[in-house]
């Protein structure tokens, strides 16, 4: 399922395989939370672009259209019409995110939806029972992600808690896999490490989870309100304990500096909405540094987004026509935005491979990992 090809210090070069195709890594997984890329890109856009690996989240899905409806329709997968792979997340981060919204207890999480208020009860059970519905390739372990900071003994408590879902997600995803009638029979489960900012409790709790010899493990519960800096020290004190030969994933990160510290740091899988979102507000990624289109020195550049770049919307428009769709509100600027800077991601990351198999990685890091956290001169 995944096998580490070659490594730079900590940084490797892996290849994933699923049922539904094989990943080079490291990788940037393209988020469409709901079954889709917010900014209007379609299943075939993303092949266009370079997506390897498409993320959807199961809180939403469960709450519309609705697992089962997706089920009855082929799983996610014909549902799209995205034919690579797919990995869903679990509903933990909405533990996180719709903390005013839901009750933690340990048979699970009590929500009330964000839609219609609506009573919603989601726990490893029926968070793995929601995801074989969907038929991802892989699927996210249910967890709690905490703030950063939170206090020790809370924290504590709810790694342990994961651990103990993470073991019923464990049980029901095997039983799962094995009736006739799942959609995918294949999919993954992946473990996710938690523990806040404390070192001592992350590697206590990844110890546990990697005993249980799972296909691949994320570490969740970061870029949450922790510092850079901590996030980075977190990573390292973890690492060591991932086990070598499964696929580590890195969970709601982040920006191109993130990416690259990250997998120097040993991570293999990425995913972040952040790309996206910032296209939608006319923040684009270059090789020279970020820039906002709606500055109005771009009222008249004749100029691509970037120079560099080879994606089908700096091969065709110019900034100034861009910035004009801003300006106009037209939704065609938020479709090409989010096409460059997704291609971006995909491209950051696929230079990140060709610089591991050239043995080079280290200088790219070097020139790039400062430099794209920027603001381009131009």
Known sequence: MFQVMKKEGAARRGVFSCAHGVVQTPVFMNVGTQGAIKGALSAEDLQTIGCQVELSNTYHLHLR?????VRKMGGLHKFM????????????????SLAKLRKIKEEGVYFSSHIDGRKIFMGPEESMQIQSNLGSDVCMAFDECVENPAPYDYVKQSAARTY??????????????????????????????QGGTYA???????????????PGYAIGGLAVGESTQTMYDIIEAVEPHMPQNKSRYLMGVGTPSNIIEGVARGIDFFDCVMPARNARHAKLFTWS????????KYESDERPID??????????????????????????AQRLSVMHNLYFYNMLARRIRDALDEGT???FR??????????AED
Not at 289 to 296: D, P, Q
Request: charged content about 25%; proline content about 3%.
């Open 65 to 69: 259209p609705g697992d089962q409806l």
């Open 81 to 96: 019409t995205w034919s690579g792979p797919i990995l869903t997340d679990s509903g933990g981060f909405q533990v996180f």
């Open 164 to 193: 103990r879902w993470l073991l019923r997600c464990k049980a029901e995803n095997e039983r799962l896999n094995a009736l006739e009638d799942t959609v995918n029979r294949e999919q993954m489960l992946w473990g996710i490490n």
């Open 200 to 214: 001592d409790l992350r590697i206590a709790h990844m110890q546990q989870i990697a005993s249980l010899d799972l």
């Open 289 to 296: 540094g970020t820039i906002n289109l709606k500055n109005a």
């Open 307 to 332: 120079a560099q770049c080879d994606c089908p919307v700096c091969k065709r428009y110019s900034r100034a026509y861009l910035r004009h769709l801003f300006k106009a509100e037209e939704m065609l």
């Open 361 to 363: 990685f280290t200088q």
């Open 366 to 375: 070097s020139k790039y990992a400062e430099l794209l956290a920027s603001r």
